[in-house]
């Protein structure tokens, strides 16, 4: 293969994995036009057309798709042999992609970031912030952070964090307007903050359980966002009742501006975990990051 032919096979991933020849053109460093140009020849030297374009979007075709579904596990091989030869360096290097929620990241792997690097200063970590469920494999993430229950079963995990608890939580000025629920059945006829899932823009079901009862709770209110941090200042100012992780509003209740209703409807549930796919090859520094990560979880 030619060192063309690959440059470009690897610009026609890039466009499927970013869905805009802007945004490809911008990773490979390249202008729009001449990506475009690069896809242009690729097609006419394969006599198929790859990619489906409208002003608005770009798809692959049928044929796009089955091609870049060998493309793909090629690429992850060269990958990994590349970077096995690099491991043979003394210090693991080069780039780790992650693809995690934004509560995981500002929690959880924000603090791991200057440790880290302070220890492997030749990784560059390459964090994608995105609520929505992201084929970490299709896209070319090394790993990505979710809840337990939302990582696929063919996926190696390792915890990053304890076990969660989601609480009903409201300001003291709207509980002395409209009083406190007494059942999660209540929340019904109460003010409540909803949150719209990024993946299919459903409004999240509020899950609760008690003594093996488990409920399910759609609540309206004033309310709707699909931004989680911006739920906190809401339910601070009495918009209404927010149901939210304990690790965003523990010291808030301590402090006593915020309420903490149901608590016997609250149990705790499996936190965040590392995830990537099985390979036969692990680049060094999701390696190196692995490693650090099952050292953090040991001393804490």
Same mark, same amino acid.
């Given at each position: 293969m030619r060192g063309s032919d690959y440059a470009e096979l690897r610009a026609f991933a890039a466009v499927v994995e970013h869905g805009s020849f802007a945004r490809a053109a911008a990773h490979l460093s390249m202008s729009p036009s001449a990506l475009s140009q690069t896809i242009r020849r690729l097609e006419e030297r394969l006599g198929i057309r790859l990619l489906n374009r409208t002003t608005r979007s770009v798809v692959p075709s049928e044929a796009g798709e089955r091609f870049l579904d060998r493309l793909l596990p090629a690429f992850a091989d060269l990958d990994a042999a590349v970077a096995e030869l690099r491991s043979l360096r003394d210090v693991p290097s080069g780039l780790l992609r992650i693809n995690t929620t934004r509560i995981a990241a500002m929690h959880y792997l924000a603090p791991m970031i200057g440790p880290f690097l302070g220890s492997y200063p030749e990784i560059t970590l390459d964090i994608v912030i995105d609520d929505k469920l992201v084929d970490i494999v299709a896209s070319r993430f090394d790993?990505?952070?979710?809840?337990?229950?939302?990582?696929?079963?063919?996926?190696?995990?390792?915890?990053?964090?304890?076990?969660? *608890?989601?609480? +009903?939580? +409201? +300001?003291?000025?709207?509980?002395?307007?409209?009083?406190?629920?007494?059942?999660? /059945?209540?929340?019904? /006829? /109460? *003010?409540?903050? @909803?949150?719209?899932?990024?993946?299919?823009?459903?409004?999240?079901?509020?899950?609760?359980? *008690?003594?093996?009862?488990?409920?399910?709770?759609?609540?309206?209110?004033?309310?709707?966002? @699909?931004?989680?941090?911006?739920v906190t200042s809401a339910v601070l100012d009495g918009v209404g009742i927010a149901y939210l992780f304990t690790h965003q509003v523990e010291f808030l209740i301590a402090a006593g501006k915020l309420v903490h209703l149901l608590k016997e409807w609250s149990p705790a549930f499996p936190g965040f975990y590392l995830y990537y796919p099985s390979r036969r090859q692990m680049a060094p520094p999701l390696r190196a990051f692995l490693d650090f990560v099952r050292k953090a979880a040991a001393a804490s």
């Open positions: 790993a990505g952070i979710r809840l337990g229950e939302k990582v696929e079963k063919d996926m190696i995990a390792v915890r990053i964090s304890g076990e969660l *608890r989601q609480v +009903a939580v +409201a +300001a003291p000025s709207y509980l002395d307007r409209f009083g406190a629920p007494a059942t999660p /059945h209540d929340l019904r /006829h /109460h *003010r409540c903050i @909803n949150f719209r899932w990024p993946t299919d823009f459903s409004l999240y079901r509020w899950e609760f359980e *008690r003594d093996g009862e488990e409920l399910e709770v759609a609540v309206e209110g004033p309310l709707i966002v @699909n931004e989680p941090e911006m």
